[in-house]
C-alpha cells in the first residue's frame, strides 16, 4: 500500500522559509514522477513543481527562482524548499507520485502572513 506522508508546513511571516518533506512507503521515487500541489481556499488545485525519474524540474512561474524540488532516493523522500515566500503562497500543499496509479499525500498547510 502506497502512503505519502507530508511534513514541515506552518506559519511564517512574508519573506521567510519553510521546507516541506513527503516521506514515502510502497513507492519507490527515485523511478517515478513526484510533484508538488497546492490548493488556496476557493481556488484549483494548481502544480507547483514537478520531479520526474530522469531528475528533470518544472515550475509554476509564480515560484521559480524561490522554490526548488529535490529528492534524497535514501530516504525516499521528496522535499520542497520554499524561499521568500509570499502571502499569495498560502495554501494547503500536497505531495503526489505517480507510478502505474496517481497517489496524493493527506496535505499540509501553509501560512504566510503579511
Known amino acids: 500500500q502506497v502512503q505519502l506522508v507530508e511534513s514541515g508546513g506552518g506559519l511564517v511571516q512574508a519573506g521567510g522559509s519553510l521546507r516541506l518533506s513527503c516521506a514515502a512507503s510502497?513507492?519507490?521515487?527515485?523511478?517515478?514522477?513526484m510533484a508538488w500541489y497546492r490548493q488556496a481556499p476557493g481556488k484549483q488545485r494548481e502544480l507547483v513543481a514537478s520531479?520526474?525519474?530522469?531528475?528533470?524540474?518544472n515550475y509554476r512561474d509564480s515560484v521559480k527562482g524561490r522554490f526548488t524540488i529535490s529528492r534524497d532516493n535514501a530516504k525516499n523522500t521528496v522535499y520542497l524548499q520554499m524561499n521568500s515566500l509570499k502571502p499569495e503562497d498560502t495554501a494547503v500543499y500536497y505531495c503526489?507520485?505517480?507510478?502505474?496509479?496517481?497517489?496524493w499525500g493527506q496535505g499540509t498547510q501553509v501560512t504566510v502572513s503579511s
Open positions: 503526489f507520485a505517480f507510478s502505474t496509479h496517481p497517489y
Open positions: 510502497g513507492i519507490t521515487f527515485s523511478t517515478n514522477f
Open positions: 520531479l520526474t525519474s530522469s531528475g528533470s524540474t
